[in-house]
């Protein structure tokens, strides 16, 4: 029996050429009994997104430090981008490659509470790999369900970009550290202490003084805004 040869087209942002990914998927090469998947990699300077597995599905890549940055600098956006891409495709995903919880100050709790956030709350899947060589594989494997399995073309996507205000960034920032938090308890903190970095360097007894915001939640925010980290 013939092996069927089915070679993949994926679009890479030029971006994505620093971490090794673009090697990783030029050189990859999967053979069974059945088939063998090799791939067609293009470069391009994409508007949202980081790799185009098909017309419908775009993926956006952070690693644990890029995750890391992006809450706990506003500027950096990511939640910003996840809404980005969940406006601009049908299949958007993130994935979240390594180990989440090293390489950073921040606390696992507001890890979890901002992937649970892009998740739950924007619906956008959040698929977790070991390292670039694993992220890889997995990229393949889904453009190849996309065009080889599903006939489905890849073209670059158009970006259907709806701005996070800074208001709403700062609120995202706060809500994220989790803890019983919340956007609602957010804006009541944010409205309280008139800033992100206030709310970070309030006391227990500050916290409790805020409405809505009982012991639970305030010792759950400040041990996560100062308490140590530990791997």
Known sequence: MKQAEHVVQI?????ERAG?????LIEYRRETKAMVVTTNVEVATLPIGDIVCSTRLVIERKTGADFADSISNPKRGLMEQVIDLSNSVEKPILVFEGNA???HRLHPETIRSSIAAIAVGVGVPVISTLDTRDTAAY??????REQCRDGRKISIPHANRKMMTPLQRQQYVVSSLGGGVGYKNARRLLNHFGSVRAVMDASIEELTEVNKIGKVIAQNVFEITNGE???
């Open 101 to 103: 919880y090293d390489g």
């Open 20 to 24: 090794g990914l673009i090697d990783e």
């Open 11 to 15: 679009i890479v942002d030029h971006r």
């Open 229 to 231: 980290y530990k791997s």
């Open 139 to 144: 990229v393949v494997t889904m453009a190849w």
